[in-house]
């Protein structure tokens, strides 16, 4: 298995190519400008105009433009793997790397690594801007739950990249994935909650969202609802393995 752990010169070579990516460096930007941009335009709105205004839970509504950065975090995984299959890149790249599972694994670690790091920031920045503009009703870094809802945001971004980068490797398609799982987090997510909210909580966006609830679901907490989305981003990646393993270039 060493053998096809990630070498430095594979990683700095997927590093190139997500950089020279257009879409995806424009879908990896639009991550933080979604997320943090939204709830500060949001929260200077109506933050002040009535105690939870912005949703029951104060907590869960300091994120409120998780909502739509969700959409660029997908959009940033799915772009990052699409660009291998078109136009015979894949096997370019299985050319200079024949390496299958090096080469699968140095490209999510590469997309991981970049969502960690810009979702902590975002997470950060989403929650003392948007409550610098909350006036009697903010709350600030280090009450209950504050700082584990932060890393929690930025985990759930992390994620739910890796889920899309997994699924655009099962797929490989870029359009079939965001057709897929955008209306997934945003309506059908919604309407089995409706219906079944038990069983809602154990859905990828729904369990991980849970990291920044100001209060414990009934049947997952934040903790667990953090694996529970781990897992499903975990099932994505080996499917993705898998196939990249398996079928043709």
């Not at 990630?6 to 990516?21: D, G, N, Q």
């Not at 990052?80 to 490209?107: D, I, M, Q, W």
């Not at 966006?205 to 990291?211: F, I, K, L």
Request: proline share 3%; glycine share 12%.
């Amino acid at each position: 298995m060493s053998a096809a752990l990630p070498t430095m010169p594979v990683l700095h070579s997927e590093w190139i190519k997500l950089r020279s990516l257009r879409g995806t460096v424009g879908a990896y930007t639009a991550i933080f400008v979604a997320t943090a941009g939204i709830q500060v335009l949001t929260a200077a709105g109506i933050g002040q105009a009535e105690e939870g205004s912005m949703g029951d839970d104060r907590l869960l509504a300091a994120y409120y433009g998780i909502n739509f950065g969700q959409i660029a975090a997908i959009a940033f995984g799915a772009n990052a793997l699409s660009a291998e299959f078109h136009n015979g890149a894949l096997r370019t790249s299985l050319a200079a790397e024949p390496n299958r599972t090096r080469f699968y694994l140095s490209k999510m670690a590469v997309v991981g690594a970049l969502a960690f790091v810009l979702g902590q920031i975002t997470a950060l920045v989403t929650f003392v801007a948007g409550q610098a503009f909350m006036g009697p009703y903010a709350m600030e870094l280090g009450d209950p739950g504050t700082v584990r809802s932060v890393f929690g945001c930025g985990m759930y971004l992390t994620l739910m990249t890796l889920f899309a980068a997994g699924l655009t490797a099962v797929l490989r398609s870029a359009a079939a994935v965001l057709s897929l799982l955008i209306p997934f987090v945003l309506l059908v997510s919604f309407v089995i909650g409706a219906s079944a909210e038990g069983v809602a909580q154990l859905l990828p966006d729904r369990a991980g969202q849970m990291m920044m609830r100001m209060e414990a679901g009934g049947l997952v907490g934040p903790w667990t609802g953090l694996g529970v989305m781990a897992l499903w981003a975990a099932a994505a990646v080996i499917g993705g393995w898998v196939s990249v393993h398996r079928r043709d270039a």
